[in-house]
């Protein structure tokens, strides 16, 4: 139970840097995993980056050492910061959350916000 909304995209020249926010309506911390994944059209959705409620973070191979993943636990947001942005990172990115329920059935349950565009002009 938890509603997602995304902001930050747009269009930036390759080379350049975007900060996409995600903000929750409930507390981060709460939250086992949060994280940014991306569709380009055609292909199928693929993740981006995750992060913990304790701090573990995790990214796609091809954005290591460009983005970060942080979050604002006051603020119940997580952002991605993206540095040097390729033509190949264009995709609508989306905010995701994963739950899981209480003992002792731990149903995984996803959440995703709306989605934001980002495309990068080469």
């Known amino acids: 139970q938890v509603q997602l909304v995304e902001s930050g995209g747009g ?3 390759a080379g350049g840097s975007l900060r996409l926010s995600c903000a929750a309506s409930r507390s981060i911390a ?3 995993t949060m994280g940014w994944f991306r569709q380009a059209p055609g292909k199928e959705r693929e993740l981006v980056a995750t992060t ?3 701090g573990t973070t995790n990214y796609a191979d091809s954005v290591k050492g460009r983005f970060a993943i942080s979050r604002d636990n006051a603020e119940n947001t997580v952002y991605l910061q993206m540095n040097s942005l390729k033509a190949e990172d264009t995709a ?3 905010c995701n959350a994963v739950l899981f329920a209480a003992p002792p059935i731990y149903a995984r349950t996803d959440y995703w916000g ?3 565009q ?3 002009s080469s």
Do not use: D, F
């Open 11 to 13: 269009l930036v020249q």
């Open 30 to 32: 709460s939250i086992y």
């Open 52 to 54: 913990t409620a304790h």
């Open 92 to 94: 609508v990115y989306y």
């Open 114 to 116: 709306q989605g934001t």
């Open 118 to 120: 980002v495309t990068v």
